[in-house]
């Protein structure tokens, strides 16, 4: 009697742990394919960004509920692990790239998530690119753009009638002289340690979709990032038209390099400095069981220090076209072209195209979501 009531008793203590843990939901998207490139050899790569990830919910009652997100970014075509953290982590490797955050949601006043979240400036911009600023179609970006930012706390507001409300404050690196690592001693005396926050501001409610967002990274020398977007539909198309102004000074998330390939200037080590202006003017437009994609991208840059620049300012513009055809509700096939025409071989450096002044790029693949 005695081992059947202790029995009774465990099983009824699990089904209490049973009904208190998250609902967890399992997602991801693979996607692989060939790319051209000019000045390249083909290369298997991605369209969309291949993540593997574990969202959890945990209703706590009263309206609220409990949060969290792992996820990882990784290439599918060898295995390896995306993920860059910056000086304040010795430049590791980010294992949980896309994210990593638990928090607080509630009904009535919105979430909060502490840890590992998406940048609201690059996700609420993006949206405006019908490329969703993925492959060889999508916009150009800012030396700055941060996809996800670490340390930080970020706040959602409810959708008040298609208008929402966000906000992000992130932690610098620990600049404290007894035991900062020798990168993040580096940010210090280069005065180049502050904390980053951010505001974005938005309307989409039916046709008509509108955002504005202020960033400034953690431990960027307070550079920042600014930009503006507009949307509308009509019929089976979508017309969108964004702008996006960056003041760079030479640091990404604590590192000097800046983010470019060729880090600084071997005369004078310093950061690479600039100003970036750029403009986008996009066309979706649902064709059958697909999408055509086409941009206008122009691009400004100036006030550029750090490395052998010539001139003052200097332009790009980039044309780009595709088209995705959904094979279902999970699967798709795309094929995406763009050219990029740069005013001279420097400019086509200082974004990543070594010795050119135009690419065209070339994309073909398939995509699949769970």
């Given at each position: 009697m005695k081992k059947t009531l202790i029995a009774l008793a465990v099983l009824g203590a699990a089904a209490g742990v049973a009904h208190a843990q998250s609902n967890v939901t399992i997602y991801g998207i693979v996607d692989t394919g060939f790319i051209k490139l000019s000045g390249q050899d083909i290369k298997m790569g991605e369209n969309v960004n291949n993540r593997i990830g574990f969202r959890g919910v945990e209703d706590l009652g009263s309206g609220m509920k409990a949060t969290f997100e792992l996820e990882k970014r990784f290439e599918l075509a060898d295995g390896t692990l995306k993920g860059y953290s910056g000086a304040e982590n010795n430049n590791k490797t980010t294992d949980w790239d896309g994210a990593a955050n638990v928090g607080l949601k509630g009904d009535a006043w919105g979430a909060v998530r502490l840890g590992r979240v998406n940048e609201l400036t690059t996700e609420t911009?993006?949206?405006?690119?019908?490329?969703?600023?993925?492959?060889?179609?999508?916009?150009?970006?800012?030396?700055?753009?941060?996809?996800r930012i670490s340390n930080t706390v970020r706040y959602d507001s409810p959708n008040w009638s298609g208008f929402h409300f966000g906000a992000t404050y992130s932690l610098g690196g620990n600049v404290n002289r007894d035991s900062a690592n020798a990168a993040m001693l580096n940010v210090l005396n280069n005065g180049a340690d502050n904390d980053g926050y951010a505001v974005s501001l938005g309307y989409d409610n039916g046709p008509l979709a509108l955002v504005g967002n202020w960033s400034r990274l953690a431990d960027s020398n307070k550079s920042y990032n600014w930009n503006l977007g507009a949307a509308y539909k009509f019929g089976p198309a979508r017309v969108s038209l964004a702008y996006e102004h960056t003041k760079d000074k030479g640091w990404y998330l604590g590192d000097p390099n800046g983010g470019y390939d060729d880090a600084t200037n071997p005369a004078t080590n310093l950061p690479i400095t600039s100003k970036q202006d750029n403009w986008l003017l996009g066309l979706e437009w649902t064709l059958g069981p697909g999408r055509l994609n086409a941009s206008v991208n122009y691009a400004k840059v100036k006030d550029v220090q750090?490395?052998?620049?010539?001139?003052?300012?200097?332009?790009?513009?980039?044309?780009?076209?595709?088209?995705?055809?959904?094979?279902?509700?999970?699967?798709?096939?795309?094929?995406?072209?763009?050219?990029?025409?740069?005013?001279?071989?420097?400019?086509?450096?200082?974004?990543?195209?070594?010795?050119?002044?135009?690419?065209t790029g070339v994309q073909v693949g398939i995509t699949h979501k769970f």
């Open positions: 911009i993006r949206k405006m690119d019908p490329f969703y600023q993925y492959g060889v179609g999508g916009m150009i970006e800012s030396t700055l753009r941060s996809a750090g490395m052998d620049w010539t001139g003052g300012s200097k332009d790009l513009f980039k044309y780009a076209l595709g088209y995705t055809y959904n094979l279902s509700k999970r699967t798709a096939i795309y094929g995406n072209v763009a050219y990029t025409d740069y005013d001279d071989k420097q400019l086509g450096e200082f974004y990543g195209a070594k010795n050119r002044d135009s690419v």
